[in-house]
């Protein structure tokens, strides 16, 4: 979490214009402040604002600066809340920083430069970090020394990007579990991602773990942890990584909705499944957060019932604190849109690295992301950049992988899967105008619950999860014949309650499930297909759906959800695309 930018130009003309640029691209890390600091004619000059980043920008308006090196940072709040004292960059006397990641041995740090007498003006951990490299350049450092002696004493995780008064163009970074890129093109810039300075370079190189660089106006070397040269492969910037903007829709998030069709269509061709993927797979371990994790509890249904193979599904989060045990024949699934998720890479690790017999495969939107470069074996998810904090096509797109590994030896459900970006095309315009109506009947709710069996179920918690994240309702998913031990106590004539109800394996009891919460409470709604829809008389509010295979049908309820969350968070005029205390990308634990 936290975006980072740097920009080394020859020119004074625009370079706090480009910092601001790549800012924007990276706001769906965070966006509780903004700031920048330029260095100019060896003067280091800052702006910083809490909120948005045009709010930085009109403060940038009403008293502009300048300089041939910038940084910038868009914050996720950790230490400290998102004053304008605590937004970055931080900056002492000779030096400007920006971090994004958490220092864990800051406290120790503060406390032994306070004794040697500086002072502090924020809550932050990376002030610490800015004022030991002050604290070393005052005993006769040099800005270099300087920089890897306090790389030699952070403990945490670290994406740090510095200037120094006295060293002109260049910017310092270093790395420790959070990204940085480092791009060469019409101007050297570093960020925290490649779609952020894709504008400005053709060509990226990724830092890893341990390594730092120094980037010039022309060019950058690399060092590893012992401060050693070393040499670092370029990879082309790719069409991929262009963000091409709202276009005609009013937030990312509808339009990414919008994007699920193709989406699926070219997760479908750029994928082919190994035919050996699955051989001596005697179990598979999938690990995820978030949306992310939903996917990966629906392709649980899909690995045990179809391929046999039991699956289990983790919290990557929790996974790896309980030390659990990994079997010999297992295969690892870590599902992750940005690549990077802290929980999802080091759960992915400890798997590795209890077992090194399992194989690991990674299943990543992002190319080159920091997981994808982790794993034995990627397949990468083509829905695009995603740019909406809520997850939509990313997860869709998961899903047809999934889909993909699940069905790879049954022709019939594969050939469904290839029509379903039809389907998909077919929902979305069939079902606007109830959803909206819907919405407007919801969107005043204290509470909603959704309701769903089997893999329907991951989808009632991602409905509810995306209702809660960009509307503010309070929203839970339970498992349909789970409601009957304690959720039911909740359901009254206020409490809307959403049915996920295809006519599949688990029909019967989802109808019975829906009819104990109709006996208890009158705002039932039910998502169904025409079977449905004649069973439930017009006491039931219903919104039917084309009638779909089975094994499709959580790729085709999950896009009534995702409406009726951003309708529901249009209705309530909310930042749809920049939900309060969320960022889309997060690398903190
Ligand atoms: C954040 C995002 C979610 C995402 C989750 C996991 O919470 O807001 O949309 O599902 O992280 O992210 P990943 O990039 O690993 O899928």
Redesign the pocket.
């Given at each position: 979490m936290c975006g980072i930018i740097g920009i080394v130009s020859g020119s004074k003309e625009d370079i706090v214009s480009s910092v601001i640029e790549g800012l924007s691209k990276l706001e769906y890390r965070g966006y509780d402040s903004a700031g920048i600091a330029v260095l100019s004619d060896g003067n280091l000059q800052r702006r910083r604002a809490v909120g948005k980043l045009e709010n930085l920008e009109n403060k940038l308006e009403e008293d502009p600066i300048n300089g041939t090196v910038g940084i910038g940072h868009t914050r996720w709040a950790t230490h400290g809340k998102p004053t304008e004292e605590n937004a970055h960059p931080m900056m002492t006397k000779d030096v400007a920083l920006v971090h994004n990641g958490i220092i864990e041995n800051y406290k120790s740090l503060k406390d032994s430069l306070i004794t040697q007498g500086y002072n502090f003006t924020s809550q932050t951990d990376t002030e610490v970090v800015a004022v030991y490299m002050q604290s070393c350049i005052d005993k006769g450092s040099s800005p270099r020394e300087a920089f890897r002696q306090m790389l030699k004493v952070v403990e945490g995780t670290f994406a740090f990007v510095a200037i120094f008064k006295s060293v002109p163009n260049k910017i310092f970074c270093a790395k420790n579990k959070s990204p940085i890129v480092i791009g060469f093109g019409k101007n050297m810039c570093v960020g925290s991602d490649a779609s952020s300075i894709a504008g400005n370079c053709d060509e990226v190189v990724y830092l890893s773990d341990g390594e730092y660089a120094e980037v010039t106006e022309h060019d950058a070397i690399f060092f590893d942890e012992n401060f050693c040269e070393i040499k670092k492969e370029r990879q082309k910037v790719t069409d991929d990584l262009i963000n091409e903007g709202l276009g005609q829709y009013p937030h990312y998030m509808l339009k990414e909705i919008m994007e699920q069709p193709n989406a699926v269509r070219k997760t479908i061709v750029a994928n082919e499944i190994p035919v050996d993927l699955l051989k001596n797979v005697s179990r598979i371990l999938i690990l995820?957060?978030?949306?992310?994790y939903y996917a990966g509890m629906v392709a649980r249904y899909w690995f045990e019932k179809y391929l046999k193979i039991p699956t289990n599904v983790e919290m990557a989060s929790e996974y790896r604190y309980r030390f659990p045990v990994i079997e010999n024949g297992t295969l690892v699934i870590g599902?992750?849109?940005?690549?990077?998720?802290i929980d999802?890479l080091e759960a992915m690790e400890y798997a590795r690295s209890t077992n090194s017999n399992c194989r690991v495969l990674a299943i990543s939107n992002v190319k080159n992301s920091a997981i994808a470069r982790s794993a034995d074996v990627v397949f990468y998810t083509e829905a695009g950049v995603e740019i909406g904090?809520?997850?939509t096509k990313?997860f869709m797109a998961q899903l047809t992988v999934l889909a993909m590994i699940a069905f790879h030896d049954r022709p019939e459900v594969l050939n469904e899967l290839r029509n379903f970006p039809n389907i998909c095309d077919d929902i979305l315009s069939s079902v606007n105008d109830e959803i909206e109506n819907l919405a407007k009947n919801l969107y005043s709710a204290q509470s909603i619950i959704y309701l769903g069996r089997d893999s329907l179920y991951p989808i009632a918690l991602e409905g509810a999860l995306k209702l809660k994240?960009i509307s503010y309702i309070h929203a839970e998913g339970f498992a349909a014949g789970e409601m009957k031990h304690g959720p039911i106590a909740l359901i009254d004539d206020n409490l809307p309650v959403i049915c996920l109800c295809p006519s599949c394996d688990v029909f019967d009891k989802m109808v019975s499930n829906i009819q104990i919460a109709k006996a208890r409470g009158k705002n039932v709604i039910v998502f169904t297909d025409s079977i449905g829809n004649e069973t439930f008389g017009d006491d039931f509010k219903k919104i039917v759906l084309p009638n779909i295979c089975q094994e499709c049908v959580p790729l085709a309820y999950v896009i009534p959800m995702q409406l009726l969350a951003y309708k529901v968070a249009v209705l309530k005029g909310e930042d749809v695309d920049k939900p309060r205390n969320?960022?889309?990308?997060?690398t903190v634990e």
């Open positions: 995820a957060c978030g949306t992310s599902i992750t849109q940005s690549g990077e998720t999802t904090v809520a997850s990313a994240e969320l960022a889309k990308s997060v």
